[in-house]
């Protein structure tokens, strides 16, 4: 019995060892693959853009925005809510993206100088914040 079995064992290690082997050699290509999927993914999922604001749950991601003064700028506004309107509008300026439903993203090119500006959702009073221009 004991002769028997010594060598099975032996046989088994001898297996593991391999599996081991093989399974870092396989994490190591996945490893790769997965990094050339990231690069691809992420460029496709939003359009450009200087800074990305999120619509959700009928809330902005943020209450806060800034940009640099009389320079062009493109804000990403990223609306993650399936079936509802919403837009970009910065009070007192032309700037404002129109009413569309999620999901969906659009691109708000600005372009203003110094200044404090509010903005706001159209349709959702609660959806406001500060754009700092500077
Ligand atoms: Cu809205």
Redesign the pocket.
Same mark, same amino acid.
């Given at each position: 019995m004991t002769a028997t079995c010594e060598p099975t064992r032996t046989t088994r290690r001898v297996l593991a060892v391999g599996l081991a082997g093989a399974l870092l050699l396989g994490l190591a290509a996945c490893g790769s693959d997965s990094d050339s999927d990231d690069a691809g993914g992420s460029g496709g999922s939003l359009p450009p853009g200087d800074v990305v604001i999120t619509?959700d749950n009928?809330a902005w991601s943020t209450d806060e925005l800034q940009a640099p003064a009389d320079t062009d700028f493109t804000i990403v506004v990223d609306n993650q809510?399936s079936g509802?309107? =919403?837009?970009l509008d910065i009070k007192d300026t032309d700037f404002k993206t129109e009413l569309e439903a999620g999901v969906s993203a659009q691109v708000l090119q600005i372009n203003l100088p110094a200044g404090e500006y509010d903005y706001i959702?159209?349709? =959702?009073p609660n959806?406001t914040g500060t754009l700092t221009v500077s």
């Open positions: 619509a009928i809510d509802v309107q =919403h837009n959702c159209d349709l =959702h959806m």
